[in-house]
């Protein structure tokens, strides 16, 4: 697609635009899925597409297509709708160098070269654990995508940049079911490189097929506020609900009494507790060289010695702060304008040991795995998959799960203690943000422990 | 042109599979939208893709393609996938369904003119920017207009237009540490009064702002919780899920068992409706080519059906419910359509005067977390005002809503609204449940 800059810049000039810029996107993806015995699906999905973004005063006009062949008319429309939304303050976008690169996907062992038969199997394997358990362990649902992108950005300030990227991921679950009552266990994996993640999880299947059938019995969890310990698995959703999401410029670079509540260097934390989020890590799920303004990412510490240190930024976010891009516009596809989002989300590890976490606890709750998490103003949410008693600094019986929630002034200063084990591991999920869902992201996180968190339950 | 590819598809599997369907969608859609009180963004998208399915030794290979270019191959690729999939037990429809069914497209809506959004969407707004000089108002205006071609080699040839109008608009307000957020919206098949709507919809969350302006202290317990139509969708969730004919077919669904009986208060009356005039979710016919209809899940409390493709149907000896839903990019499954849950006696105003003590719940968060299942539905109250004597005291805050749905629409619901609201493509009333355990900080 060489060339498709000066195409960029032309229009540009053409339209009367004060920017414009396209991408065009090719992806080939494999599904499967498992529910019982059954293969449920195979399929195979090519999507071919493409979108042009462009700026008029205050207006984005914005246009997306299947049909590369329609580019030029897409390009006027976009442009006539940018008319459309211009009526305000004219969007100043920070400044960045152009950037012509090709970024060749890193592959470990490349997802594509296992054929489809040979992942069957695989995941078949884990099925036979999960029907053969017994103990209440009635079904199992299996999920497996991988996909092959191929990006090419341009804009009307000279940037060529072709990305190729591999995301896979996916779920596998066990289901225990007695009398009316159903409870599930997952073991999630993904990776932004590397096949490999979905071979040797045997173990933790059929750990995870055990806690199923335990959680038969369980009783609703305790509510109330209450010391918990998290999991890194959930630790990571934690940091992203509980601050990522506050971090995003666009929640605050029109609104100024937010940036008042949110300035640099009011302390939200303890002096240990330090906040980041980078696009940097290779084979993360949230790693990526450029995003899709064709910004190099970085990464970027938002809490640094529990003081607010940064935010993550586009380049109209950071143009209208004056601060620095950082590389956090992020599209989900051709079919949306890149919005504001988190990429490796995660707490720098402290000291601690499993038991140092959990040693000082009275009585609490050790909450493991993820269902969800969400964030609205101040005050967010995140689901355990399993959450157990503690009592006396011991992890006892199980509970049902229960909502654990949070708000932003008063959870960041209860963390009292940060594990100092990473797990540099990632789901087959993602972050939703404005209709766009599920973005690749990762959370690589120690465990810790927050003094006292508020949980939903029951009694 | 879309449609000969279809076509050549359909040719070059013939023979060479039991049978063969493509699925064709040609979608062009405009949402305009509002941020930090201002038109920001118009944006408008054109999808165009096809989706095949191939029956081979009674196995289905699926493959979705956006380039008709590349449309053989996914034909063969489909075909080759077949081999893999286990045993697919539905049957796919001969005959085309009755042209009369009407109600998906209204060609206002096609001809809706951005400006004309954009004044719209300045109409949804101010009723919100008034509420206090800091709000951050956001919302937005869509149109969709989509073409469905359905085609297989038993001979059935489908086609449809659908179009789609949406209003969406909230709030944001912001004083010190404290933080208050309300939004409401809806999606249906034609245009109706946009501005006049439009006013409305605005009115509606400048109210949830201007009530929840002011903090009272809570310190949880149990008590009743009057739920809006938006935060029911939650409890709703886990209903939906154990009425899907997926779930009963493996064995998830913890009603699996119990069609006839009784599983709900007998206030609760649930109807799927996928030709509900104008219904976000209304088409004349599903992702199979199976006619839509209503259907009665529940009835005064009883377990009347449940909702199927053409797969779990059969393979359950059950009658195909035209639920067989898909996207481009993935196949039928069973999916409810409009979904209608039928009202009360008296109106959500006068359930609030009637509460001696209790919460107003208009907006929960988090809730959609969890196995749906196990029934149990825990959410941050990210909106919730408090009642005392049938007045509204003020906004609590840092409080989660834990409860059973299963148990709650068995034991705990005590009135539905007589007014209902869109959610989704659900048609919801205001519900007040009795003994809800609420946790707050206190």
């Not at chain 1, 984005?60 to 897409?74: H, K, M």
């Not at chain 1, 510490?301 to 590389?327: N, Q």
């Not at chain 1, 993602?430 to 968190?453: D, E, F, M, N, T």
Request: aromatic share 6%.
């Amino acid at each position: 697609m060489k060339g498709l800059e000066g195409l960029a810049r032309s229009a540009k000039e053409k339209l009367g635009l004060d920017y414009l810029e396209i991408r065009l996107e090719e992806t080939v993806s494999h599904h499967l899925s498992f529910r019982g015995p059954e293969l449920e699906e195979a399929s195979h999905q090519i999507d071919r597409g493409g979108c042009v973004r462009a700026l008029r005063g205050s207006g984005w006009g914005f246009s997306s297509f299947n049909r590369w062949e329609e580019l030029e008319r897409r390009i006027s429309e976009a442009a006539e709708l940018a008319r459309v939304a211009d009526r305000g303050e004219r969007v100043i976008l920070a400044p960045v160098q152009p950037v012509v690169d090709e970024v060749p996907a890193e592959v470990g062992e490349d997802p594509a070269g296992v054929p489809l038969e040979e992942k069957k199997d695989i995941l078949s394997a884990y099925n036979e654990i999960i029907l053969g358990f017994g103990r209440g362990v009635a079904t199992s649902l299996i999920r497996y995508f991988d996909r092959r992108t191929k990006l090419t950005f341009a804009s009307s300030e000279g940037s060529l940049i072709v990305q190729e990227r591999v995301d896979l991921g996916g779920a596998i679950t066990a289901v225990a079911a007695r009398e009316g009552t159903v409870r599930q266990v997952s073991v999630p994996f993904g990776s932004g490189r590397d096949f490999s993640v979905v071979r040797g999880l045997k173990e933790e299947v059929q750990q995870a097929c055990a806690t199923a059938s335990s959680l038969l019995a369980a009783p609703p969890a305790p509510g109330g506020e209450m010391p918990v310990v998290l999991d890194p698995i959930l630790s990571g959703v934690f940091v992203h609900e509980a601050f990522g999401h506050l971090s995003e410029a666009d929640g605050m670079h029109e609104n100024p009494e937010l940036e008042k509540t949110m300035r640099l260097g009011r302390v939200l934390g303890p002096p240990f507790l330090h906040i980041f989020d980078s696009g940097v890590e290779k084979g993360a799920r949230g790693y990526l060289a450029y995003d899709d303004e064709g910004v190099r990412t970085e990464k970027t510490y938002l809490i640094r010695e529990g003081r607010i240190v940064g935010r993550l930024h586009s380049r109209e976010t950071a143009g209208k702060m004056g601060e620095r891009p950082t590389g956090n516009a992020r599209a989900l596809s051709y079919r949306h304008p890149p919005i504001v989002r988190m990429r490796n989300t995660g707490i720098e590890p402290g000291e601690a040991s499993l038991e140092d976490l959990l040693a000082e606890i009275e009585e609490g709750l050790y909450c493991a795995g993820f269902y969800g998490g969400e964030t609205m103003g101040e005050m967010f949410t995140f689901t355990p998959q399993v959450a157990y008693r503690i009592r006396k600094g011991r992890i006892e019986e199980p509970v049902r799960e229960a909502t654990l929630s949070g708000n932003v002034f008063h959870t960041l200063a209860a963390i009292e203690a940060i594990g100092r084990e990473v797990a540099r591991r990632d789901d087959g999920g993602g972050c939703g943000k404005g209709g766009q869902a599920p973005l690749p992201v990762s959370h690589w996180c120690p465990p810790i422990r927050i003094a006292r968190c508020l949980v939903g339950g029951r009694r | 042109m879309s449609r000969e590819v279809a076509e050549r598809c359909l040719d070059r599997l013939r023979g060479r599979a039991e049978a063969a369907e493509v699925f064709l969608l040609v979608r062009e859609s405009l949402p305009l939208e509002w941020e930090a009180g201002k038109l920001k963004k118009a944006r408008s998208e054109a999808t165009s893709g096809l989706a095949l399915r191939v029956l081979k030794g009674g196995r289905v290979g699926f493959c979705a393609t956006t380039d008709l270019g590349r449309a053989e191959e996914a034909a063969e690729k489909a075909l080759e996938l077949a081999s893999l999939s286990d045993l697919y037990r539905g049957e796919w429809p001969e005959q085309a369904p009755s042209p009369e069914a009407q109600g998906f497209y209204d060609p206002e809506v096609a001809s809706l003119t951005p400006q004309r959004m954009a004044d719209t969407g300045e109409e949804l707004l101010e009723p919100i920017r008034r509420v206090h000089p800091k709000v951050q108002a956001f919302g937005g205006v869509a149109r969709e207009v989509e073409e469905v071609w359905l085609l297989n080699s038993r001979g059935f040839e489908g086609h449809y237009l659908a179009s789609s109008f949406g209003l969406w608009g909230g709030g944001e307000l912001v004083e010190g540490d404290n933080m208050l957020s309300a939004y409401d919206g809806w999606e249906r098949r034609n245009l109706g009064d946009p501005e006049g709507e439009a006013r409305r919809l605005g009115k509606k969350v400048a109210g949830m702002i201007e009530r929840g302006r002011t903090n009272v202290p809570f310190r949880g317990g149990k008590m009743k919780v009057l739920l809006s139509p938006r935060a029911l969708a939650h409890l709703l969730r886990p209903l939906v899920a154990a009425l899907d004919g997926k779930a009963v077919e493996k064995g998830l669904s913890p009603w699996k068992d119990l069609l006839g009986k009784k599983v709900a208060s007998s206030g609760l009356t649930l109807i799927d409706d996928g030709l509900y005039p104008f219904g976000p979710a209304s088409s004349p016919f599903d992702g199979e080519g199976i006619p839509s209809r209503r259907n009665v899940l529940l009835d005064r409390g009883v377990l009347a059906s449940f909702y199927h493709d053409l797969h779990t149907a059969r393979s359950l000896g059950m009658e195909p419910t035209g639920n067989g839903l898909r996207g481009l990019f993935s196949p039928p499954r069973p999916a409810p359509r409009n979904l209608l849950l039928e009202g009360g006696e008296k109106n959500s105003k006068a359930l609030l005067a009637s509460l001696e003590e209790g919460l107003l719940i208009e907006q929960l968060m988090g809730a959609w977390a969890g196995n749906p299942y196990s029934g149990e539905v825990s959410g941050n109250v990210s909106l919730g005002l408090y009642i005392r004597g049938g007045e509204i005291q003020g906004r609590v805050k840092n409080t989660v809503l834990s409860i059973n749905a299963f148990e709650a629409f068995r034991e705990q619901l005590a009135g539905l609204s007589s007014d209902r609201e869109w959610v989704g493509s659900s048609l919801l009333p205001y519900a007040l449940f009795e003994s809800v355990p609420l946790s707050a900080r206190g």
